[in-house]
């Protein structure tokens, strides 16, 4: 044992003649016992221009923790927006980090707090866990310095009380331009399986346009492709007859509007923050929403009777609630095409009809040209003006609803033998042949 202790003091000696050794533990663990004014001169620019950035970055930040296929949506290319705050965070870490040492869990916990006391928005966030952080860090090291008649690095102590901060966290429960849009030749696929093949179609002014198929026959591809979220592989989509790929990300969100299938668990915002950020694509990269942003959230708002909800967390309200508010965004986003996946899912029977007569009013009103992927044909056949059938990535029919929505059709589109019935204003509703023959055998 003797020999392998001064095989170990050797080592030492050879490695730190100069006795640096503890002072460098006291770093890997964290300490300001080291750090002098100078040290603070030299950090404090990198951390206010980091800490001013964020802020003024907030409402970007908001839109960019909807998930990356509703930040393109608003006109953000999430990709560069991420690559200037992971450079601006570096910095901001490597510079702390050079001069304090790795001082663990602050980032992890304070945020939360932040989060807690001042909402999800990350403009009020921001300064709250800069004076949260400090205050933190100051208890800490006096802490350290108090403890032990040795000092203690102060990187142990926000360990010992971040960690179970953190867990608390982690274990909390989790409450107008007139334009016309076509494709021509559209192809897309995932690897090398084809998604959509040769889709061609245009949509004009004030048009109401359903797309129908069985799951997995592309509608949400589709959707995705129409507005660039989704590169096609071959073909082109036009706006008012200027290509697509001409545009920018938010000319194109200026252009068209999206209300996405699925949405993500995000921060509670309140569901008038969400709905304000519809005007992303309308402000600067640093400018948040003013008042009359915010007027016209809740106009939109109102148009779907769901003012109610503004002071809402919109984690907190239902499946159908959260449906109506992405559809308040898109209005709210004032273009004049909009891009609905799957609008109907979450809502019950009344609501349906009450969101689908609502976006049926904009296509009369406001001249809106409308996509909609939608599962049920009968809410097709009452409210559509054109219907496009997809089936296994390509148009099985198209043209106006009259035309197409026949039992011989929707039979051949959903591989099952299906009847119609007339009603009034020469609308049909369709039913399984098998069902109506059970219901006649019961009677």
Not at 103 to 122: D, F, K, N, T
Not at 275 to 288: D, E, Q, S, Y
Not at 363 to 378: E, Y
Not at 388 to 412: A, C, E, W, Y
Request: glycine share 6%; charged share 15%.
């Amino acid at each position: 044992m003797s020999f392998f202790n001064a095989l170990l003091m050797l080592v030492k000696y050879f490695s730190d003649p100069y006795d640096e050794l503890p002072g460098i533990i006291f770093w890997i663990m964290g300490s300001l016992s080291r750090v002098s004014w100078e040290h603070v001169t030299t950090m404090a620019p990198f951390t206010l221009i980091g800490l001013i950035l964020f802020m003024v970055l907030g409402f970007r930040l908001n839109i960019l923790s909807l998930g990356d296929i509703q930040a393109k949506s608003l006109g953000m290319n999430p990709g560069l927006f991420r690559l200037i705050l992971i450079t601006a965070s570096s910095f901001m870490v490597a510079v702390s980090v050079a001069t304090c040492g790795q001082i663990a869990w602050i980032g992890l916990v304070i945020p939360h707090m932040a989060r807690s006391l001042a909402g999800p928005e990350h403009q009020k966030m921001m300064p709250v866990t800069a004076i949260l952080g400090a205050i933190f860090l100051l208890l800490a090291d006096s802490a350290a310095r108090s403890i032990s008649s040795a000092e203690i690095p102060v990187g142990i102590i926000t360990a010992l009380a971040g960690a179970p901060i953190f867990g608390y966290f982690c274990t909390k429960p989790k409450h107008r331009l007139d334009l016309m849009l076509s494709c021509r030749q559209l192809g897309f696929r995932y690897g090398k399986v084809p998604v959509l093949q040769d889709i061609s179609f245009t949509v004009g002014k004030g048009c109401f346009c359903v797309v129908l198929g069985r799951n997995g026959s592309g509608k949400t591809t589709l959707i995705h492709c129409l507005n660039r979220i989704l590169h096609p592989i071959t073909g082109q989509v036009f706006i008012d007859g200027k290509n697509m790929t001409s545009l920018g990300r938010n000319e194109i969100a200026r252009a068209i509007s999206l209300v996405p299938q699925e949405h993500m668990e995000i921060f509670p915002f309140r569901v008038i923050e969400v709905v304000v950020m519809a005007r992303a694509p309308f402000l600067g990269p640093a400018a948040a929403p003013k008042p009359v942003d915010y007027r016209l959230a809740e106009d939109a708002l109102k148009q779907l009777h769901a003012i109610h909800l503004a002071e809402k967390n919109f984690n907190r309200i239902s499946g159908g609630e959260r449906q109506t508010v992405l559809l308040a965004r898109a209005i709210a986003q004032n273009t004049r095409i909009m891009l609905l996946d799957e609008p109907t899912n979450h809502l019950d029977f009344n609501n349906q009809y009450h969101l689908l007569g609502a976006i049926k009013k904009l296509c009369r009103s406001s001249r809106l040209s409308v996509v909609a992927s939608i599962h049920d044909p009968n809410l097709a056949s009452l409210f559509a003006d054109e219907i496009i059938m997809l089936k296994n990535g390509r148009i099985l029919f198209q043209g106006p609803v009259r035309d197409i929505m026949t039992s011989r059709h929707i039979s051949h589109l959903y591989d099952i033998p299906t009847e119609s019935i007339d009603i009034a204003d020469q609308k049909r509703l369709f039913l399984p042949a098998q069902a109506i023959e059970h219901s006649a055998r019961k009677c």
